[in-house]
């Protein structure tokens, strides 16, 4: 969807803007169903400051879960694929896919496929969202192809709320701490640092390891910004590239207590996915290496490339991942099982099923455990920093008595 800026008039004034269109020509039609007679229309060229920058999928997963149960309600009800997406175009509050609709719209009435419209959008949807489409299309079931797939998506958005809202506890918790902590070390503790030189007596080792520190804070706070905005860049810049980001999810995977947390979801993601696709009749290779893609770990999507290459020299799908640590025995038994009875989507859904509520389960249990301990960190942290003030306060009233 390109911007055009024109010039022109209607019946009563002069008229000027812009407008959003797929080419030129679809431009000069829609000003002219406005009734606008254009003496100019030059393209917009995007530039920094008019491109629209996102970070990952500008399209929330509930906006998408909406579009994909309304887009299988209206098939349903006998309404066209043409006119199902002006209508959710129209009605979606996500600007980001209301702009992929139009296009989509305009691509269709071209007559191009669905799944090819889709396809120039692959920042919205997704390789798996596009083949299944595909497969939809051929097999002539897209109704019952996106409503596998709206569960799908929301199956998934369920998930990672809860491994979300597990994390970001201590998370928030953490750094509520930090913010105490400084504030106490900039603005409290200076407060006392000429009562305590006057006093001239010689203080405890933990008031002058706090008043070190506050000495610190008060010249080099940017030293600790500047450390902070460099390994937050650090990790970004490292998870571009496949080798690093593999360490990096390894370690996540190892970290005790929230590793396992990771690893449940990941496999839940993995096994759903999966499902969804063989469910779809998407071919296996073809659906490996969507997974392999999407699963969102490198560790776990290294070992199923590894099951991709075994499947293609006619070895079993499981072996890899028997072989492999991220893989329990339940998933490599219940994949198994699938292989030699045909039933590989429905043991898949229910290898998701089970790891889907044991995030549920783990997400709650972890809860109430850190619960208690972070407010116990906190109340350490400050009462580290009081106990180091209130010491020679008591040997200072001492003296005075």
Same mark, same amino acid.
């Given at each position: 969807m390109a911007r055009f800026k024109y010039?022109?008039?209607?019946?009563?004034?002069? @008229?000027?803007?812009? %407008?959003?269109? =797929?080419?030129?020509? $679809?431009?000069? +039609?829609? !000003? @002219?169903?406005?009734? %606008?007679?254009? =003496?100019?229309?030059? $393209?917009?060229? +995007?530039? !920094?400051?008019?491109?629209? %920058?996102?970070?990952?999928?500008?399209?929330?997963?509930?906006?998408?879960?909406?579009?994909?149960?309304?887009?299988?309600?209206?098939?349903?009800?006998?309404?066209?694929?043409?006119?199902?997406?002006?209508?959710?175009?129209?009605?979606?509050?996500?600007?980001?896919?209301?702009?992929?609709?139009?296009?989509?719209?305009?691509?269709?009435?071209?007559?191009n496929p669905l799944s090819q419209a889709a396809a120039k959008h692959n920042k919205i949807f997704s390789p798996m969202y596009i083949n299944m489409i595909k497969a939809g299309e051929a097999g002539g079931n897209m109704d019952e192809t996106l409503e596998r797939l709206a569960e799908h998506f929301e199956k998934q958005h369920n998930t990672r709320k809860k491994i979300v809202a597990a994390l970001s506890y201590p998370a928030v918790i953490g750094t509520l701490a930090i913010i105490v902590v400084i504030f106490l070390l900039v603005a409290v503790v200076p407060t006392f640092v000429e009562m305590f030189a006057d006093f001239g007596g010689e203080l405890p080792g933990i008031t002058i390891f706090v008043l070190n520190a506050s000495d610190f804070m008060q010249s080099f706070w940017w030293l600790l910004v500047i450390l902070a905005i460099s390994f937050s860049s650090l990790i970004i810049v490292l998870k571009k590239n496949s080798q690093t980001k593999y360490y990096l999810d390894y370690a996540l995977l190892r970290i005790p207590i929230f590793g396992k947390l990771l690893q449940k979801g990941v496999i839940a993601r993995m096994t759903r996915t999966l499902s969804s696709l063989f469910a779809s009749s998407v071919p296996i290779l073809q659906a490996l290496s969507i997974v392999e893609k999407v699963v969102g770990n490198e560790v776990m999507a290294r070992v199923i490339k590894e099951s991709r290459?075994?499947?293609?020299?006619?070895?079993?799908?499981?072996?890899?991942?028997?072989?492999?640590?991220?893989?329990?025995?339940?998933?490599?038994?219940?994949?198994?099982?699938?292989?030699?009875?045909?039933?590989?989507?429905?043991?898949?859904?229910?290898?998701?099923?089970?790891?889907?509520?044991?995030?549920?389960h783990s997400t709650d249990q972890l809860k109430s455990l850190i619960e208690p301990i972070m407010i116990i960190l906190l109340a350490g942290l400050v009462g580290t920093i009081v106990t180091a003030i209130m010491i020679p306060m008591f040997e200072i009233f001492n003296h005075v008595n």
């Open positions: 010039t022109g008039r209607d019946r009563t004034r002069k @008229r000027s803007g812009t %407008i959003s269109a =797929t080419s030129k020509r $679809e431009a000069l +039609e829609k !000003l @002219r169903e406005e009734g %606008i007679r254009t =003496t100019e229309i030059i $393209e917009v060229k +995007e530039s !920094l400051l008019t491109k629209e %920058i996102t970070i990952g999928n500008p399209v929330k997963l509930q906006h998408l879960v909406i579009y994909l149960r309304q887009f299988a309600t209206l098939l349903k009800a006998g309404v066209s694929v043409v006119d199902s997406t002006k209508i959710l175009a129209a009605q979606t509050e996500s600007k980001a896919l209301k702009k992929a609709l139009l296009d989509i719209e305009q691509e269709l009435r071209e007559g290459d075994s499947l293609e020299k006619g070895q079993s799908l499981t072996g890899p991942m028997r072989q492999h640590w991220a893989f329990p025995p339940l998933v490599t038994q219940m994949i198994a099982i699938g292989e030699e009875t045909g039933s590989l989507d429905a043991m898949l859904s229910k290898v998701a099923d089970f790891y889907e509520k044991e995030v549920e």
